[in-house]
């Protein structure tokens, strides 16, 4: 039975940004901390979601998803340090909008700028800088960890060490982020100094990636119907913060302004199959050719550069009502030319055209259940289907051959046993979880599809 002050949940159909799987959820939206603990003393298993931008099933729950988006304070800043207090759902485009006329930015950030501080935490997210400044752990200074007794824990990497680092990355399977203290980095201007790479092969992306080590921001677009030797062509984008010295003149008065961009919005689901191996292979050529055209450097606003998709508002509904998935896996630096090689020809070879098809090089890592490594990883988008489903299934085979390991924000399709052959970790953290009782409290639809 639950206590009066417990809130009342209500029956809704959920989703992550994939839309795929789709699930009736009892969904709890507490609004403080004591309402939660009533819902936790139920004993019944339940997730935290933020702004549901994972892919796949990981902030769902049958019987208990607790929506967080009304612990949307900030709570305090220090422009001494640049250290930012907010409650866990506040959403980065809240931050950014606050932060960046002010001259400041978040030391790492995903791309995309709807996701909640809880989210960002709770995934470890990367950027395009993770080479050079890791994930976001290294940004995070402390988080208030809401427990299965109902305590709340104050952790951080010298005060209940281990809880902070089962918790970044932990996928909400440790407890309900409350707040957190994270840095922010000081910006001269609102711009990055672009400069537009392109790369005629698999080859060349990854030496242009091993040249540009020491750029803060690089990333690269990848064509995944190419084949032969084109496999792997790709437009590399580079990216520093400008200073206010290198901005052309017409932009220096008000360095920390940027223009508003137009956003447009998709209003209905495009008819499944819309995206195929025709479509996707005109946009893919393109998109090519137009970056083929702007190679060189330029000056971009940071919202176009760290989030050219966000402009397109509900472009998850370009893949039809069946929804997509995504994969993203890392491979290390010691496999992966030949690795990303065998999974581009494998998405090639099934004219599973990707249009947004990522590369990214990661650096070392902390943090017990991060995804990132040392290596290079590529993320793919495929429209919902059976043969969707087969091409999964050879991609993770060829990520399991190659040493790899896949983000479980982006999941909606993996095994049990192909999540522990691909990372010893799991085994550590599912023993932890037991032994702290985690496991009674806290399950997602995808902990329980995955057995952690
Ligand atoms: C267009 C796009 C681009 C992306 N690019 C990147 C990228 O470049 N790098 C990257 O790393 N990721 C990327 N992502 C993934 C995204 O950053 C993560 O999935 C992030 O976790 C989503 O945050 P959210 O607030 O929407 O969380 P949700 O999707 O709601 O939840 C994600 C996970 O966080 C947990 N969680 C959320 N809030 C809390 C809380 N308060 N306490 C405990 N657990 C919580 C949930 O239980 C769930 O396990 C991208 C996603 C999209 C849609």
Redesign the pocket.
């Given at each position: 039975m639950s206590s009066p002050m417990a809130p009342r949940g209500s029956l809704k159909t959920l989703c992550?940004?994939g839309r795929y799987p789709v699930q009736t959820c009892h969904v709890y939206c507490p609004r403080s901390e004591s309402e939660m603990i009533q819902l936790l003393k139920r004993g019944l298993p339940l997730?935290?979601?933020?702004?549901?931008?994972?892919?796949g099933d990981?902030?769902l729950n049958r019987e208990a998803t607790l929506q967080?988006r009304h612990f949307n304070r900030l709570l305090g800043f220090n422009p001494q340090t640049g250290q930012l207090i907010a409650e866990?759902?506040v959403l980065l485009a809240e931050i950014l909008e606050i932060f960046v006329p002010r001259g400041w930015f978040p030391l790492v950030t995903?791309?995309?700028k709807f996701?909640?501080v809880?989210?960002?935490i709770?995934?470890d997210?990367?950027?395009k800088n993770h080479h050079k400044e890791g994930s976001f752990v290294r940004s995070l200074d402390w988080l208030d960890l809401l427990t299965s007794e109902g305590q709340i824990y104050r952790c951080s990497p010298s005060e209940n060490r281990d809880l902070f680092y089962w918790t970044v990355g932990g996928?909400?399977l440790t407890?309900?982020?409350l707040r957190a203290a994270f840095r922010l980095r000081p910006i001269e201007t609102a711009w990055i100094r672009q400069t537009i790479r392109i790369a005629k092969n698999l080859d060349e992306v990854i030496d242009l990636f091993e040249a540009a080590q020491d750029v803060t921001y690089s990333v690269a677009w990848i064509d995944c119907l190419a084949s032969g030797s084109r496999l792997g062509r790709s437009v590399v984008m580079l990216g520093e913060h400008a200073t206010r010295e290198e901005l052309p003149t017409k932009y220096r008065q008000r360095p920390l302004r940027t223009p508003q961009r137009r956003k447009i919005s998709i209003p209905l689901d495009f008819p499944n199959g819309a995206l195929n191996a025709l479509t996707v292979g005109t946009f893919n050529q393109l998109y090519f050719l137009n970056s083929q055209r702007k190679a060189g450097q330029s000056f971009v606003d940071w919202d176009t550069f760290f989030y050219p998709?966000d402009s397109l508002l509900g472009w998850n509904r370009i893949y039809g009502r069946r929804g997509f998935v995504q994969f993203q896996c890392v491979l290390p630096l010691s496999t992966a030319r030949e690795g990303l090689s065998a999974l581009l020809h494998c998405t090639s070879a099934a004219g599973a055209g990707s249009f947004l098809a990522v590369l990214k090089k990661l650096g070392d890592q902390q943090g017990y259940f991060s995804f990132p490594m040392a290596g290079y990883t590529l993320a793919l988008d495929f429209p919902m289907s059976q043969r969707t489903l087969k091409v999964l299934d050879q991609l993770e085979e060829i990520t399991l051959q190659y040493g790899g390991r896949f983000y479980l924000?982006?999941d909606s399709h993996l095994t049990p046993l192909r999540l522990r052959q691909s990372d010893c970790r799991v085994e550590t953290f599912v023993k932890v979880r037991n032994a702290q009782q985690w496991t009674v409290n806290f399950a997602?639809e995808q902990s329980k599809r995955l057995r952690l």
């Open positions: 992550g940004w997730i935290a979601r933020g702004n549901g931008r994972a892919y990981s902030a967080m866990a759902g995903p791309g995309t996701v909640t809880g989210g960002m709770a995934a997210v990367h950027g996928m909400g407890g309900v982020i998709l924000a982006k997602s």
